[in-house]
């Protein structure tokens, strides 16, 4: 009951299984000495109906007294026992699970947060965990604990009387069979109210982000009456939702509790043909009234848990993704990249096939091709944002699969088209490429990136907050502060996506300035879109649906005229056009 496969449905650490464990055996305790109060009751009924039809001598009050005691004290120390096992431990619990989480997390490789919505995450991390706790400290133990103790009293039971204790316990399994039937129902709904909640949540955000427009075309009253269906529609799915819950809930509660009846009726029956006697029937009614208790809760909890366990197979999918581990040194002889017949594949769709070119040190390296051929996935593969199916990818010679991703980047620095700013002022975000990196040092790096020109426009200068991901800042404004911060970081290898946002042709001239200044020296892999770049690039790799079509010097493949050639002749083409 309490195994590994138990322990994945709850998403349980050891440790938790453990306390769950604890919490199953005190709640056994507490059962038993309840019951065992039951029987002290019994006997002193038991002795005074002797005394009243057979005027047998009383036992001594003594006895009882002390019977009760012993019974008091039991009682008690088993209740804060199962109290310690069950709430208290959960809270440790929770938190070891947070953390565990966290550091699972950060071994992840990077990609994978690309691939995940990180609101999902969150949710995961806070939500998941959450509900999951309310489930560890209210139900597992408690639950677990309950079925235990009412088999051993069945057992017991059945000693006693076969046919009175069938007819206590026949709505037991029935109750819990009906629930469980209802699992699939409940499961269906909640998968149709996660649907309508996103589409409720997707249909406010459009809204939010359309504003203008539909402001501009008189389009509120067709946007809200949308919004509003969608609202509805998930409203009517909680409902339901409920409404079949509590049917069930209830319905099983009623069946169980039909067991007062039968027993009543066979206990009756079985008096008056003298096959049992009256405080037998006594004897179960005791029981009835503690047995159905722990089941009740149960009942009412039993939706809790069944979302529980969505919640926890959530958590395992965390726990049970790969991980991206590898020794803490890193000592490359040079920095030269070398992709080995690289393949790799997002979800079963094979994106780079057999990739091999090496960009060395000193050398810009320019990736070209259609859009879609695998170019920025090259430039992730080599930051091991994630790790190649087969084939290899080296730096200076050490096979980068072998080294812990936090060593590995700190030889990379990142300028990427999605520039990532923090709400904080332009030195705080520079500052983020070193940390721990003087003024002086900072504003030297925003010097070289051309920083100083439009930061001096800003009304605190450099202790200007920027705003919510640099939102009063354009386009080749953000990329120079990120460029600043490459600079500031002065890592060997730089890799590059060049923004295809349109620049300004002065804002283009700055930030080309600020790039050549940060890329002389380094292993350069660049996401090329101009020509001006690729011209300028030592050596050139075409990517073709993910092969290598063409690579070598851009003299060398104009000359040969295949698909970079083309590609130019395009590309200066539409220029001229546009003109
Ligand atoms: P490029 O940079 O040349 O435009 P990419 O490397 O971005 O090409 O993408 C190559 C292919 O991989 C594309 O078909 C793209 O749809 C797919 N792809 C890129 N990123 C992901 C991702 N995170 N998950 C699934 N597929 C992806």
Wanted: a neutral charge; aromatic letters at 8%.
């Amino acid at each position: 009951m309490f195994g590994e496969a138990f322990q994945r449905r709850y998403a349980l650490s050891d440790q938790g299984l453990r306390n769950t464990r604890k919490g199953a055996f005190w709640t056994v305790a507490v059962n038993l000495v309840v019951m065992g109060g039951m029987g002290i009751l019994y006997r002193m009924m038991q002795d005074f109906m002797n005394t009243l039809t057979d005027g047998a001598p009383l036992p001594n009050a003594l006895v009882y007294m002390l019977l009760v005691l012993a019974f008091l004290v039991l009682s008690f120390a088993t209740h804060i026992q199962q109290y310690k096992a069950t709430y208290g431990l959960v809270y440790g619990e929770v938190k070891a699970t947070r953390l565990s989480l966290a550091e699972r997390l950060r071994k992840l490789p990077l990609g994978y947060f690309g691939k995940r919505d990180l609101a999902d995450l969150t949710e995961t991390i806070m939500g998941d965990v959450n509900r999951l706790e309310h489930v560890w400290s209210h139900c597992l133990g408690y639950l677990y604990g309950s079925y235990l103790s009412t088999a051993v009293i069945a057992v017991a039971l059945f000693v006693y009387d076969w046919r009175m204790a069938l007819s206590v316990l026949w709505g037991v399994p029935v109750a819990f069979a009906l629930l469980f039937g209802s699992r699939t129902v409940s499961r269906k709904n909640s998968e149709k109210l996660k649907q309508d909640s996103l589409q409720v949540s997707d249909g406010i955000q459009e809204v939010l982000e359309n504003i203008r427009e539909i402001r501009a075309t008189n389009q509120e009253g067709h946007f809200l009456q949308t919004l509003n269906e969608k609202i509805d529609r998930q409203e009517k799915t909680n409902i339901h939702g409920e409404l079949a819950t509590g049917l069930f809930v209830n319905s099983a509660s009623v069946i169980m509790r039909l067991g007062v009846a039968t027993t009543i009726l066979t206990g009756t029956s079985l008096i008056l043909s003298g096959q049992i006697n009256f405080m037998l029937l006594f004897l179960f009614l005791l029981v009835i009234t503690r047995i159905y208790a722990p089941f009740d809760q149960a009942l009412a909890l039993i939706a809790e848990m069944f979302i529980s366990q969505v919640s926890a197979s959530r958590l395992n999918e965390i726990t049970s993704a790969k991980t991206a581990d590898g020794a803490e040194q890193f000592a490359p002889q040079g920095h030269d990249i070398e992709f080995r017949n690289v393949c790799f594949s997002y979800d079963n769709k094979q994106v780079l096939k057999g990739v091999s070119f090496t960009a060395r040190e000193g050398e810009v390296t320019a990736l070209v091709g259609p859009s879609g051929s695998g170019k920025s996935t090259c430039a992730r593969l080599a930051a091991r944002l994630w790790d190649p199916d087969s084939g290899t990818i080296t730096v200076g010679g050490v096979d980068i699969t072998g080294v812990e991703p936090e060593v590995l980047l700190r030889d990379y620095s990142m300028v990427f088209q999605d520039v990532m700013l923090f709400d904080d002022t332009v030195m705080e975000n520079i500052r983020l490429g070193r940390h721990g990196a003087s003024d002086e040092e900072v504003l030297a790096a925003a010097r070289a990136a051309n920083c100083d020109e439009f930061v001096e426009k800003l009304p605190k200068g450099y202790e200007t907050s920027i705003g919510e991901n640099g939102a009063k800042l354009s386009g080749g404004e953000r990329q120079r502060i990120s460029i600043a911060r490459a600079l500031l970081k002065n890592a060997p290898i730089v890799l590059l996506d060049e923004a295809t946002a349109s620049l300004d042709v002065e804002n283009e001239t700055r930030v080309q300035e600020a790039l050549s200044r940060l890329l002389a020296g380094k292993t350069v892999l660049v996401i090329a879109h101009r020509m001006r770049t690729v011209e300028a690039a030592d050596r050139i790799v075409v990517l073709a649906d993910g092969k290598v079509a063409e690579q070598g010097t851009p003299a060398d493949l104009m000359s040969r005229k295949g698909i970079f050639h083309h590609m130019t002749q395009l590309q200066s083409g539409s220029a001229k056009w546009k003109i």
